[in-house]
């Protein structure tokens, strides 16, 4: 390959590709792209060619880069090509590869001058390459030719706007210097897309070719049409050449021989010339890498401060160390039992913000979920009354009673003491549930360790279902209690004497605390028609007499108050295409809740937000719907059944009774029951952890056995010393590659508005009478006293020395700062009297 600075810079590549590799990450360095711009037969594929060291493009008359090719060099071992369209096809021999391009392109565009968008790509695969993406694009054409269409030229330009658009891709502006440079289609399209000219490099070719007496010396000095990169002249292989199978370093060598021997470019033959530009080139690449390389620095740096503490740990690991186990089992129970505490008691640290945990859902199953519990269990108020009537009447027997029998309130009361024990029971399986996740979370510390973790879970858990029964039985006893001695001497029970007046006591409390809001939050009112905006979120306010959603949180914009009389809750079968939990609310009497609907669907995130506002829902009144299989016969029979005025009033005093005695015993159940759970079940367990968990370890089998660490560790182990030990060869890799490299820094800026401008270009200075004069192409020196030939571009746009002529580009007064300004001897052939 042809490209010594490139092969120079494969080996800091390939230092840092390693580098990663060993840390298991990519190297990332996005090497730029490098497009070739220019006119028909300006020179672009030599160019590319020579930048490679390879020669494989197609070569002829008129448009031969019919289709943009990609070339996509890769670094391997070995040498050889693939096309994209032919998959699996290695190509070893380059003149094959340069048939492919020449018959694949026929292929779309057919053999008569066509064009086509559609890419080329080809692969290239050597170890004297970097990771790089070149692109050889069509040339730059104005009058179609064949089969081309009449657009030719903007389909050629749209074309090339899309490779030199990206902020990675290096422009090289190809222009031959027999051709207007002010005028150069190439320059124009740069300027466009890169108006700092930050990522364009003029390439002038063609330099041998140029009429005799003529030069372009002002334009590579940078000091006629200047660009921000300036200028690098090169000399290709003629189509002579390549038919002759002139190789690329032979041409080369002619290419130097040339620069060095020409009287007008052999003071800057250093500057000029393929070498240069590969040159120039390769240092773009070496920056870009520079660039790339405080951010890698920084990545690494973070990474290996992650790994210091760990690594260090693992630096003198002796995995069958005796004593090493039996401190990390102390250790290991030590930190279990301090975990289970935290998740318990609560902390600081480690706080979970995506659902509750531990101690928090303990805590919301005491008072959320065991209250909704009991309320269930109530029954409504028509079935109460139908069976305090029933057990009057079978009290006073065949007898018409004159008094309200005390027997009818034990009975009933009993009946509703029962229903207690159901919602107790399953409050304390929902808390061991708990307790028993609680505990497989804190296990997770302990993975490394898979024996000892199973040990930790089986017996911790064993011990939770041992205390199981005991707590379910003190509950039960509890239940027991109540039902064993009814105490109506209680201070908060109203009494005989209190309970006609019952009813305008509880009337009054409910107007006084019809204000009082019971919760707020947002919900989504799930069934409003799709006509009318379908399912929509609002902020809801939940009172003792009321619920009234409003527009949002303000509660500025009411949007409705629906009254909670005669309304019960029932639960909403999740739908298929909803990730959201529904619950709904009606009216017991069938009518219409909101507006024309029988129901209110309302919609929560999850399952214990619908809980939690149907607990809400129970403290202002809003019951459950009771679901029987009878209730049908129910209905029929109370609505069928009814009572004389004096049986009415014995059933309305012992259902006051029954309310007020029920209320001191749910009162009464819900302290006792998480004080109950908590002293049985919860505080039980924390000190089975804290003093018995590690003899029932020590006890259950060999503790080396227990200790045993799972492949995972082993593997994380190595790992870990591994990674921390090539995070920090990376980092001296880096810090290696940022002393044996340098940045280049980019030129000064300069006026390059003359690229694309209608004005002619700049204009330049009146020649000093001293200084020898440039001549145009088809200028020959003029004889002595002849009068000065009139004003003509050249070949490389305006080139005389007339200020006065309107089409003569203006020169700069002084040379840029990076641009000498001495000059060589002049000829005597180009001296003008």
């Known amino acids: 390959m042809g490209n010594r600075g490139m092969e120079d810079l494969i080996p800091l590549v390939n230092q840092l590709q390693d580098a990663f590799s060993s840390i298991g990450q990519a190297c990332n360095l996005d090497l730029p792209q490098i497009a070739v711009v220019g006119g028909q037969s300006a020179g672009k594929s030599s160019v590319l060619e020579n930048f490679v060291g390879r020669d494989f493009l197609p070569r002829g008359n008129g448009i031969v880069t019919r289709r943009p090719l990609v070339l996509q060099l890769i670094s391997a071992n070995a040498e050889w090509a693939e096309f994209l369209h032919c998959k699996g096809k290695k190509f070893t021999d380059f003149d094959e590869v340069r048939q492919e391009i020449e018959a694949e392109t026929d292929r779309v565009t057919g053999a008569n001058k066509g064009i086509s968008p559609v890419p080329i790509n ?7 390459v970097l990771n790089l993406t070149l692109i050889d694009l069509p040339g730059i054409t104005k009058v ?57 490099i003029g390439v002038i070719t063609k330099l041998d070719l140029m009429d005799e007496g003529t030069d372009a010396r002002d334009v590579l000095e940078n000091k006629l049409l200047p660009l921000r990169r300036g200028y690098i002249g090169v000399v290709n292989r003629s189509q002579k050449d390549i038919d002759g199978r002139k190789d690329i370093k032979t041409a080369l060598e002619a290419e130097r021989k040339f620069f060095l021997s020409h009287p007008s470019y052999r003071h800057m033959a250093e500057k000029m010339g393929t070498p240069r530009l590969q040159k120039v080139l390769n240092q773009q690449l070496t920056n870009h890498i520079r660039d790339t390389l405080p951010a890698f620095r920084s990545k690494l740096q973070s990474q290996l401060l992650a790994l210091d503490k760990e690594a260090e740990e693992y630096r003198g690991y002796r995995p069958d160390d005796p004593s090493r186990k039996t401190k990390q089992l102390l ?9 289970f505490e935290k998740r318990i008691e609560g902390s600081g640290d480690q706080v979970d913000t995506v659902e509750l945990s531990g101690g928090a859902k303990i805590n919301r199953i005491f008072h959320e979920r065991f209250p909704f519990e009991l309320v269930k269990m109530e029954c409504d108020e028509k079935e109460m009354r139908r069976e305090i009537s029933y057990a009057i009447k079978n009290i006073h027997g065949i007898r018409t009673g004159l008094f309200t029998p005390d027997m009818a309130f034990e009975a009933i009361v009993k009946k509703q003491v029962i229903k207690l024990k159901e919602p107790c029971v399953k409050c304390v399986d929902m808390v061991i549930q708990e307790l028993i996740n609680t505990v497989r979370q804190c296990s997770n510390k302990l993975e490394c360790f898979p024996r000892l973790r199973e040990e930790t879970e089986r017996i911790v858990t064993a011990h939770i279902r041992d205390r199981e029964r005991g707590a379910k ?42 204000n009082q809001v019971i919760r707020k939050g947002w919900l989504t009112i799930n069934n409003i028609s799709i006509m009318k905006g379908g399912a929509k979120e609002y902020w809801f306010v939940l009172t003792a007499e009321s619920l009234s959603w409003f527009k949002d949180d303000e509660e500025k914009e009411k949007k409705y108050m629906l009254p909670l009389d005669n309304l019960k809750v029932r639960d909403v079968e999740k739908s298929f295409m909803s990730s959201k939990h529904i619950f709904c609310i009606f009216n017991t009497e069938s009518r ?41 016969e129910t209905t029929t029979a109370s609505d069928n059944f009814s009572m004389d005025p004096q049986l009415e009033r014995k059933v309305e005093t012992i259902r006051n009774l029954v309310d007020s005695y029920m209320a001191i ?25 804290n003093a018995e968990l590690l003899a029932q370890l020590y006890s259950a089998g060999d503790q080396n056995a227990l200790m045993d660490e799972s492949q995972e560790q082993a593997q994380r182990r190595d790992e870990v010393l591994r990674t921390h030990q090539a995070l920090k060869e990376a980092l ?38 001293t ?13 002595r006293g002849a009068p000065p030939p009139p004003n003509r571009p050249g070949p490389l746009g305006p080139f005389n020395n007339s200020a006065d002529s309107p089409q003569a580009p203006s020169r700069p007064n002084r040379a840029p700062p990076s641009i000498p300004s001495r000059r060589p001897p002049p000829s005597p052939t180009r001296q003008v009297p």
């Open 592 to 632: 219409n809740v909101y507006k024309d609907n029988r129901t209110l669907e309302l919609a929560c995130d999850s399952q214990e937000d619908v809980d939690s506002w149907k607990s809400s829902l129970l403290r202002a009144g809003v019951y459950p719907e009771k679901i029987t299989t009878v209730e049908s």
């Open 732 to 769: 001296t890799i880096i810090g290696d590659i940022s002393t044996s490299t340098i940045t280049v820094p980019l030129p000064p800026p300069v006026d390059s508005s003359w690229v694309g401008g209608t004005s002619g270009g700049r204009r330049s200075p009146p020649p000093s009478p």
């Open 473 to 514: 039985d003190q509950v039960l006893l509890v239940i027991d209690i109540q039902l064993s001695y009814i105490n109506t001497n209680h201070e908060d029970f109203i009494g005989f004497a209190n309970a006609q007046q019952r009813s305008s006591q509880t009337n009054k409390s409910q107007s006084s605390a019809g």
């Open 665 to 689: 015993v749910n009162k009464c159940i819900r302290d006792l029951m998480p004080k109950t759970i908590m002293h049985l079940m919860i505080n039980n367990v924390k000190e089975f952890i």
């Open 144 to 200: 179609p030719v064949g089969d081309q269409p009449v657009d030719i030229e903007q389909q050629i330009k749209d074309m090339i706007m899309q490779f030199i658009t990206r902020e990675s891709c290096l422009i090289l502006a190809v222009t031959p210097a027999n051709t207007d440079l002010a005028n150069s289609d190439a320059l124009k399209l740069a300027k466009d897309v890169d108006t700092q000219g930050l990522r364009t």
């Open 331 to 339: 250790q290991m129970v030590q930190q279990f039992s301090v975990d």
């Open 771 to 783: 200084a020898p004069r440039r001549m145009s192409s088809g200028q020959r020196p003029a004889p």
């Open 122 to 128: 080809l692969r290239v695969y050597s170890p004297h």
